[in-house]
């Protein structure tokens, strides 16, 4: 129960803190939408705070497309609701949703390593997923170890 109990403390944690870093596109972004956003995530419905950031997210990368919004600060918030919505997605168990926000997130700002880091773990989470490597494993009868799909404990 105790390890139930931290868990929880750590995803309530880790909700307040995005929800913080909402505040730094407050009035860049459409205000409802965001009110909206961090409603849902502090209630803890991700399908609903993902389906807010994908609407943000399309309104941006439609300004972005008409050259509208081509500043390396719009930019930059296009990247942060990508990455959201990946960590949303993340949190659902919907893996190559995840691992596509994040790729995005890259793409819009390659030199944050946050972004670079999730997605190289949804990418690592997706390979050790793939039927064709679980495959190998059962008709090898190696370890997982040998494929590199789990840390050694040394």
């Not at 909206?36 to 609903?48: I, K, N, P």
């Not at 790729?103 to 050790?128: F, Q, T």
Request: some cysteine; glycine content about 6%.
């Amino acid at each position: 129960m105790a390890d139930t109990r931290a868990s929880y403390q750590a995803y309530v944690r880790e909700l307040k803190q995005r929800i913080a870093k909402l505040e730094a596109i407050r009035g860049q972004v459409p205000e409802t939408l965001l009110d909206e956003a961090r409603t849902a995530l502090a209630q803890g419905d991700g399908c609903r705070a993902d389906s807010l950031f994908a609407r943000i997210e399309t309104k941006i990368q439609a300004a972005i497309q008409a050259a509208v919004l081509t500043t390396q600060a719009n930019i930059s918030i296009a990247a942060k609701v990508a990455y959201q919505r990946s960590q949303i997605a993340k949190d659902e168990v919907r893996y190559r949703p995840a691992y596509e926000h994040a790729r995005w997130a890259v793409r819009l700002a390659p030199d944050n390593s946050r972004y670079r880091s999730g997605s190289g773990e949804l990418a690592w989470i997706l390979k050790a997923a793939s039927p064709q490597v679980g495959n190998r494993v059962r008709a090898t009868g190696r370890s997982p170890l040998h494929f590199g799909l789990v840390e050694s404990s040394k």
